[in-house]
């Protein structure tokens, strides 16, 4: 989807401070909270890292420019909620339980749990019969596909259409781009390197690297 959380290499929005080694972790008490809250939660099956990024994605662009970071996860997850039916509106609105269990909703996590979670969910997917043979390898030059997608993308706007080369192979994964709308879809899964004297053309002669992890569909061959 191309909107205002695609914000790579676009101007406007200042520098990116990064010497700010005195900056807390948490810049008020409900960051932390809500911080807790998405750790500790049980998760519905469809809950996925994709179909969260495009769920924030859906929010108004002046809006998710206001809205403070973990204040835009707190809205996701209030949409998710209602979304699965283990929530109502009114429920997230006042605050307060109508009193009713939804169906299907697993056991609450223990406090021992919390820690292991995220191992839990992070999966990694070997190689299995009838994955499609990879259609580039380490090497090859390609260029990223022109596209203006509806739905959730992991190729961003600031590398469409330029050339890249292929400098790592991780198999073949599922699609960020499907399974953010719940399509069980698998493609092979590279990293390309770009110059990003390519990629902004006021960079040229400098020698940096923009690395990203693309899928097939994301690519075509070099011309």
Not at 163 to 174: K, T
Request: charged share 25%.
């Amino acid at each position: 989807m191309d909107g205002i959380h695609d914000m790579g290499g676009k101007l406007g929005f200042r520098p990116i401070d990064v010497t700010g080694d005195e900056e807390p972790t948490f810049h008020a008490e409900w960051e932390a909270r809500m911080w807790g809250m998405t750790r500790a939660w049980t998760r519905h099956p469809t809950w996925t890292a994709p179909k969260f990024r495009h769920t924030r994605e859906l929010e108004y662009p002046h809006i998710y420019l206001d809205r403070p970071y973990l204040d835009q996860w707190y809205k996701a997850y209030a949409c998710m909620l209602v979304a699965v039916g283990w929530a109502t509106a009114e429920e997230i609105a006042t605050g307060r339980s109508d009193g009713s269990k939804p169906q299907g909703l697993p056991p609450p996590q223990t406090a021992e749990d919390v820690p292991n979670a995220k191992f839990r969910t992070a999966k990694i997917r070997g190689p299995q019969l009838g994955d499609p043979e990879p259609r580039y390898q380490i090497g090859d030059k390609v260029k990223a596909c022109v596209i203006s997608p509806t739905g959730h993308t992991r190729l961003p706007a600031y590398v469409r259409g330029h050339p890249g080369e292929i400098v790592g192979y991780h198999g073949v994964q599922p699609l960020d781009d499907a399974t953010a709308h719940n399509i069980d879809r698998m493609e092979p899964l590279y990293t390309v390197r770009f110059l990003l004297s390519e990629l902004f053309p006021e960079r040229a002669g400098c020698a940096d690297r923009v690395h990203l992890d693309l899928w097939e569909s994301h690519l075509a061959d070099a011309t």
